[in-house]
């Protein structure tokens, strides 16, 4: 078993939903109904993160991957598509490069590709405040880079719902696998060239930690790839304006694993 908590729902051809840091397969609510009317869909906690295995220690990207592969041969899934969500990204493209056997088509969201010296070092920096006080020090920054002010003032209860699920993290393993965000998207550059699958790169206009030229660079480095930024949006994008994202992927996994017409 893989020690990993999972959901699986709708039918169809398979995709594979990975969340961010510090969040849970839950992050995707919002995503199912589109999703799960064409695909078979499995969302799953990150190792570290919700109901999945904890370990006190360093963690790396290795890991994760490895997690990713157990499940699938656990549910006897030999190919799939995979949607990555910022840290959930970054593993979908190291999946991708080390398992490409595996993987159809790639969706990568608000992930982080090949900072700037000055980038990395605001990470960096929240890293050192997680270590030190928690995910209680970074959360409510956290919020105000991830959601734009309009939707923080019309939709509280959402900030407070994702502001309860970040708070619930592991104090010690929250901040070890803030570094693996911090500092493994250096270790994705040179070999994102290898990605041969079909691949959709998306940003969000606002998202001062995962900026739109970074999805520009990242889809210049793909062979083949395609990048979208979608406009007045921040980090969770997906969860304040999920019908715009939605429709993206959707037409983005209908075009490329055939599941029906696109929408």
């Not at 998202?207 to 979208?228: C, F, H, L, Y």
Request: proline share 6%.
């Amino acid at each position: 078993m893989t020690n990993t908590a999972f959901s699986i729902d709708g039918a169809g051809p398979p995709v594979v939903l990975l969340h961010g840091l510090g969040l849970t397969r839950a992050v995707w609510d919002n995503q199912l109904p589109a999703l799960t009317s064409a695909f078979r869909v499995l969302r799953y906690d990150l190792l570290g993160h919700g109901e999945s295995i904890k370990h006190r220690g360093a963690y790396a990207m290795v890991q994760f991957v490895d997690q990713l592969d157990k499940l699938l041969d656990e549910l006897g899934l030999e190919q799939t598509s995979l949607v990555g969500f910022s840290l959930g990204g970054m593993i979908a493209r190291a999946y991708t490069i080390a398992h490409p056997t595996r993987v159809n088509a790639l969706v990568i969201l608000n992930s982080p590709h090949d900072r700037t010296d000055n980038e990395r070092a605001a990470v960096r920096a929240r890293v050192k405040q997680a270590e030190a006080g928690g995910p209680g020090a970074t959360v409510e920054a956290a919020l105000k880079r991830w959601f734009t002010s309009g939707f923080a003032v019309a939709k509280p209860e959402v900030l407070d719902q994702v502001r309860k699920v970040l708070l619930a993290n592991d104090t010690e393993v929250y901040p070890q696998i803030y570094r693996v965000l911090a500092e493994d998207d250096a270790l994705l550059v040179d070999s994102i060239t290898a990605i041969t699958c079909p691949t959709l790169v998306l940003a969000c206009e606002d998202d001062p930690g995962n900026s739109p030229e970074m999805a520009r660079q990242m889809a210049a480095r793909i062979p083949g790839a395609q990048v979208k930024i979608l406009p007045d949006l921040r980090h969770m994008g997906l969860v304040e304006n999920p019908d715009a994202i939605n429709a993206i992927i959707v037409k983005f996994l209908n075009k490329t694993v055939g599941a029906g017409p696109e929408s």
